[in-house]
């Protein structure tokens, strides 16, 4: 059944009103009718099972017949800090897959090698397409509640996080992978394990003033193996790491 994020302030209390692009995709992309049934969320956690009217009409209408509580959000909360890359088309499929996975907020980061200089200009444009791609990731994996995407940071900005819980992806690091540092993590009675941050770097990886401030600041360096990962590569990993070693793949 065809999904769809609506604002909050649009679900009234027997119905829903939906936004131009949605009314759009419903009349003429996915050509629905009167009496077909759409599911609707708002990030309230709370899923809702509408039928559609006036399709035909200037303004469709969707009336509630069921709300539901929905739990299919993850119980470990991953901030994925993700360094923009060169390419639009990866960054965006990190952002895709990593919603699906259950990431709740995403950093995009700016480090020392990041090849694609943000244009100040621009940001306001590549935020909306940011969020298109979260919101219908959201849509298609049956999230309740979209992940948050955060204003872009420079790497010298990442102070005052949580050192216990801040693990950053560096393939130079010889002594602590990833499985070993989420069992020590796991192993100490002292941290409330609810949340996770994941600090991932562009194309040509961290430099090594980067790397000290990381671990002069507690964050965790960690390595994914033997063999180097692409950035986009890296980022899904650890998140799909993390998430399995928390339980977070059941059903």
């Not at 099972?49 to 709300?67: F, Q, W």
Request: positive net charge; proline residues 2%; hydrophobic residues 35%.
């Amino acid at each position: 059944m065809h999904r769809f994020y609506v604002e909050k302030n649009r679900i009234e209390k027997k119905g829903v009103i939906f936004e131009q692009d949605i009314e759009h995709q419903i009349r003429n992309v996915l050509r629905l009718i009167d009496s077909n049934k759409v599911i609707v969320f708002d990030n309230s956690g709370y899923e809702y099972l509408v039928e559609l009217r006036n399709v035909n009409s200037k303004k469709i209408y969707g009336e509630i017949i069921e709300k539901t509580k929905k739990d299919s959000e993850a119980l470990m909360k991953i901030s994925l800090y993700q360094s923009v890359l060169k390419s639009k088309e990866r960054f965006e499929y990190i952002l895709q897959k990593c919603t699906e996975l259950g990431v709740v907020k995403f950093v995009p980061l700016i480090t020392s090698r990041t090849i694609s200089k943000i244009n100040k200009s621009l940001i306001a444009s590549k935020r909306l397409r940011w969020q298109k791609v979260i919101k219908e990731a959201g849509e298609q994996s049956g999230r309740v509640v979209l992940p948050e995407l955060s204003e872009i940071k420079y790497f010298n900005q990442l102070c005052g996080m949580d050192k216990d819980l801040t693990i950053i992806l560096w393939e130079e690091e010889e002594v602590q992978d990833i499985k070993n540092q989420l069992s020590l993590i796991s192993n100490d009675a002292s941290i409330n394990i609810s949340r996770m941050n994941i600090i991932v770097g562009p194309e040509g990886g961290f430099d090594k003033n980067e790397i000290q401030y990381a671990k002069d600041t507690g964050m965790k360096p960690v390595s994914l193996g033997k063999r180097i990962l692409r950035s986009d590569t890296a980022g899904i990993a650890a998140v799909s790491c993390v998430m399995y070693e928390y339980g977070q793949f059941v059903p």
